[in-house]
Nanobody, 121 residues
Framework: QVQLEESGGGLVQAGGSLRLSCAAS????????MGWFRQAPGKERDLVAA???????YYADSVKGRFTISRDNAKKTVYLQMNSLKPEDTAVYYC???????????????WGQGTQVTVSS
C-alpha cells in the first residue's frame, strides 16, 4: 500500500498563488508517476498535471503557463505551484500515485484524500 499526504490548499483571491504538496510513503515504486487531479462540484475529476520519476510532465490545457509541477525523488514528494489563479480553478485537488504514462487515468492506483482550493473573484 502507498499512503499520500497532501497539504497546501486554502482560500486565495483571483490572481494569487498557492502551492500544493503531496508526500508518498509506504510501498512506493522505484519508477513512479505522481499527479494532481481536481474535482469541482457537479463535475468529473480531471487530471491537472503529472510528473514521472524521470521528470516527464503533463499539463491540462487549462493550466498550461500558470501551474508548474515538480518533484523531489528523494522525498517522494510532488509539488504543484499554482499561479494566476482563477475562480474556475476552485475545486478539491487530489494527489494521485502510480506507474506509467502520466496522461493516462489508468496509471494512477493510489489517491489522497483531497485538499480544497478556493479562488475568490
Amino acid at each position: 500500500q502507498v499512503q499520500l499526504e497532501e497539504s497546501g490548499g486554502g482560500l486565495v483571491q483571483a490572481g494569487g498563488s498557492l502551492r500544493l504538496s503531496c508526500a508518498a510513503s509506504g510501498r512506493t515504486f522505484s519508477s513512479d508517476t505522481m499527479g494532481w487531479f481536481r474535482q469541482a462540484p457537479g463535475k468529473e475529476r480531471d487530471l491537472v498535471a503529472a510528473v514521472t520519476w524521470s521528470a516527464n510532465t503533463y499539463y491540462a490545457d487549462s493550466v498550461k503557463g500558470r501551474f508548474t509541477i515538480s518533484r523531489d525523488n528523494a522525498k517522494k514528494t510532488v509539488y504543484l505551484q499554482m499561479n494566476s489563479l482563477k475562480p474556475e480553478d476552485t475545486a478539491v485537488y487530489y494527489c494521485a500515485y502510480g506507474k506509467g504514462e502520466p496522461s493516462l487515468i489508468r496509471t494512477y492506483i493510489y489517491w489522497g484524500q483531497g485538499t480544497q482550493v478556493t479562488v475568490s473573484s
